[in-house]
């Protein structure tokens, strides 16, 4: 994506926004797609409204204040027009900051037309990437459609397919470069091939300066550009006065700059503010680790981590350490969420299965199949059938109100060498025991191969997860946001129970538990699912009519 059109605006301005909110939908070269909120604040003035089109990549599109207070004063604010009278003091400060990159300012004028690529999201919860494998190397060309490298995010492997015709002039990570932040320059491409060479001193630090570098140069000899400018010197200011934080001092900060902070693995006392009171935004995060300026993760990983109470090695112990994986890592940062956001609740219920059981050995047994249906398979499709049944277990919270999906999408927990992943059953509700059987054997098998695509694991509206096949008579799971629901399914048992004529018979009876989020369910309808759920695995065949 180089431009995209903004279909639709979701917040006006005055709303407050939270991360994770949705600010508008915006039409891609692929699809229309919405854009998450990533700091909290309020709307003060939206530059492009509904229906802008061809809006390019970098270019404002709204202003967000802190305080709702601030939003009248950007009333009558324009692009074309420093609206506040304190504005024209913060360039003056810029100079002290833009001294550090003068060296390679020099430099930047004798390359080359050139264009910096940063590293992409290739998934809409992508924050950042680990480069695996580049498959172009320096001085080669590259059409629509070539794969740049392999890049490890937080759900799959992904190959960055180029968008432009070139020739590689620089690559500025190398194979192997781990948690890339999104936005954070990678690879320089020229239109000629003899301009190649010119980049062999090219570094990072030279992407990331020639932008700024031009700003301040182009603001007093055209004013139109001033309050484009005007954005980035402002926060220059209190980041070249920073003043390292004092140890034990509290450190202010945005959540979602803690979150990138956190997973880079580097200590916010080492970056310095640009938001308000030197509040510590996410652009500034960013900038730190793309210049490495960020206070060494060793040494403030260790003193946090022993803060935190976390386990130490006695001496002489033997141990391994396993570096996180990118979905290890986000896995954990989002199941940790989970549990701490959401009131969980959770409901049991035992299924007798003797009749689904002895269907599905016929159907196994038919040569006309020319499928294995698993219990399993069972499970999707009678959940399905039971979510549109019970529509409200098939929804999600949001911050204003919940959201009711009318299409059953399931996601099913596959566990795979670099961590949990949940590749989804589309349209399962609609779909025959051998098409979800299908689906679920080439699912799995692309996620064990780190080959899912970002449409084939992102947008489920329920997760199940089976244990059953491990001997687990019975669990509870994490319900996986924003999904309101997660079904844990146990192993399938043999018991005596009391029959209606009075006497005594051994049933097989699978167990299952239904992890709730009680903002949106309540406790009758999550056991109204349920029974639901349990009268289609009972009755199989009424999941035919």
């Not at 939908?25 to 919405?34: L, P």
């Not at 680990?130 to 629509?144: L, S």
């Not at 139109?224 to 954005?231: E, F, G, V």
């Not at 112990?317 to 959401?342: F, G, N």
């Amino acid at each position: 994506m180089t431009q995209g059109n903004i279909a639709q605006w979701k917040k006006k301005e005055g709303d407050q926004v939270a991360p994770g909110q949705i600010l508008a939908e915006v039409e891609t070269d692929k699809a229309t797609i919405e854009w998450e909120a990533q700091e909290e604040g309020y709307i003060a003035k939206i530059l492009k409204p509904d229906g802008s089109k061809e809006v390019a990549v970098g270019q404002p599109v709204a202003i967000l204040v802190e305080e709702a207070d601030a939003v009248a004063a950007f009333k009558n604010y324009t692009p074309g027009a420093a609206p506040a009278a304190s504005k024209p003091a913060a360039p003056k400060p810029p100079p002290p900051a833009a001294a550090a990159p003068a060296a390679p300012a020099a430099p930047k004028g004798n390359f080359p037309p050139h264009q910096v690529l940063n590293m992409p999201a290739l998934s809409p919860t992508m924050s950042q990437g680990n480069i695996i494998e580049w498959k172009k190397k320096i001085g080669d060309t590259v059409a629509p459609g070539d794969l740049y490298c392999e890049v490890e995010t937080d759900k799959a492997t992904i190959g960055w397919e180029a968008q432009e015709e070139g020739f590689i002039a620089q690559l500025l990570k190398p194979a192997g470069t781990k948690d890339i932040a999104v936005g954070v320059p990678v690879v320089v491409l020229v239109e000629e091939k003899e301009a190649v060479a010119a980049f062999a001193s090219f570094t990072a630090e030279d992407a990331g300066g020639a932008p700024k570098a031009a700003a301040p140069a182009a603001a007093p000899a055209t004013p139109a550009a001033a309050p484009a400018a005007a954005p980035k010197p402002a926060p220059a200011a209190p980041r070249a006065a920073a003043a390292p934080v004092a140890p034990g001092e509290r450190i202010k900060a945005s959540p979602y700059a803690k979150k990138l902070a956190s997973q880079a693995g580097v200590s916010l006392a080492g970056v310095a503010g640009s938001g308000p009171g030197g509040r510590i935004i996410a652009e500034d995060v960013n900038q730190a680790v793309a210049s490495g300026k960020a206070g060494p993760a060793g040494a403030a990983a260790a003193v946090a981590a022993h803060s935190a109470g976390a386990v130490i090695a006695p001496a002489g112990a033997s141990y391994v350490d396993i570096p996180h994986t990118q979905i290890r890592r986000i896995t954990a940062q989002r199941l940790l969420e989970s549990k701490r956001t959401i009131p969980h609740y959770y409901l049991t219920v035992e299924c007798q299965v003797d009749a689904m059981l002895k269907l599905r050995e016929q159907i196994n047994k038919s040569a006309s199949a020319g499928v294995k249906i698993s219990v399993n398979d069972f499970v999707i499709k009678a959940a399905s059938l039971a979510l549109k049944k019970v529509p409200g277990v098939n929804s999600s919270w949001q911050p204003d109100f919940i959201r009711q999906y009318n299409n059953v999408d399931v996601s099913v927990a596959v566990q795979t060498p670099v961590g949990l992943l949940t590749p989804i059953v589309r349209d399962s509700d609609k779909k025959g025991l051998a098409a979800i059987s299908a689906d679920v054997k080439s699912l799995a098998a692309k996620a064990k191969d780190g080959k899912l695509q970002p449409a084939e694991f992102i947008g489920g509206t329920f997760t199940i997860s089976n244990l059953g096949m491990y001997g687990v008579k019975q669990f509870a799971a994490i319900v996986n946001p924003p999904q309101a629901a997660i079904l844990a399914v146990g192993s399938t048992d043999k018991k005596v129970v009391l029959n209606k004529a009075g006497g005594y018979e051994e049933v097989s009876v699978l167990t299952v538990t239904l992890s709730c989020d009680h903002r949106v369910i309540d406790g009758a309808m999550g056991a109204e699912w349920l029974q639901a759920f349990r009268g289609y695995l009972e009755n199989p065949f009424t999941m035919l009519l």
